[in-house]
């Protein structure tokens, strides 16, 4: 697959180990050719790497079992997950989960990604629904324009909003930039 597919929480295999995607960012600096600067953990060694790829790369995904879950809770055990099919409960850390974790609300389902029966990452949705709780109060008559104001949603994260989002609006969000889409209803 091509690297601008790249998503937190993927599996790749990388110079003959396996990485699990921790974050992607998508940079296109002035006039030259894009690339996704990522950041990955080693899953063998554990070690975290900033690598970047560029644009057109062929990025080669582990071939995983995906198992449907649902997302319960996260407590200092881990992030709780439940099989939809046997309602078997399994706890994952945050060294395993990466900045996915921003992501996850309660009862969000997800799919766990599974290699040799080890499970070793998270495929979110694309887009998730989150509530604001925390922004600067809403500008009169403000439109809108390219002003972009912070907002910290309910799991933690900011990402900037326009400024007609108040505390309280659920707002959608792109998981693999992190960053705001539109409003939700």
């Keep these: 697959m091509k690297a601008t597919l790249l998503r937190p929480g993927m599996i790749i295999q990388h110079e003959g180990d396996l990485y ?4 992607v960012e998508h940079r296109t600096p002035g006039n030259k050719r894009g690339a996704m600067q990522t950041r990955m953990r080693n899953l063998r060694t554990g070690a975290i790497i900033d690598y970047k790829f560029r644009a057109e790369d062929a990025v080669e995904r582990a071939i995983l079992d995906e198992i449907e879950f649902e997302y319960l809770y996260g407590d200092a055990q881990g992030y709780h997950f439940m099989n939809l099919e046997t309602f078997e409960q399994i706890a994952l850390g945050n060294d395993l989960l990466g900045d996915a974790v921003q992501y996850l609300i309660p009862n969000m389902p997800v799919k766990l990604e599974f290699f040799e029966n080890k499970p070793i990452g998270v495929e979110l949705p694309d887009t998730v629904d ?9 500008i009169q008559k403000a439109t809108a324009s390219s002003v972009m104001k912070p907002a910290k949603l309910e799991t933690g994260i900011t990402v900037q909003v326009p400024p007609f989002i108040n505390i309280g609006d659920k707002v959608r969000v792109d998981t693999t930039e992190g960053r705001y889409i539109q409003r939700a209803q």
């Design 20 to 23: 699990s995607v921790f974050s």
């Design 130 to 138: 989150l509530t604001v709780v925390e922004t600067e109060p809403a």
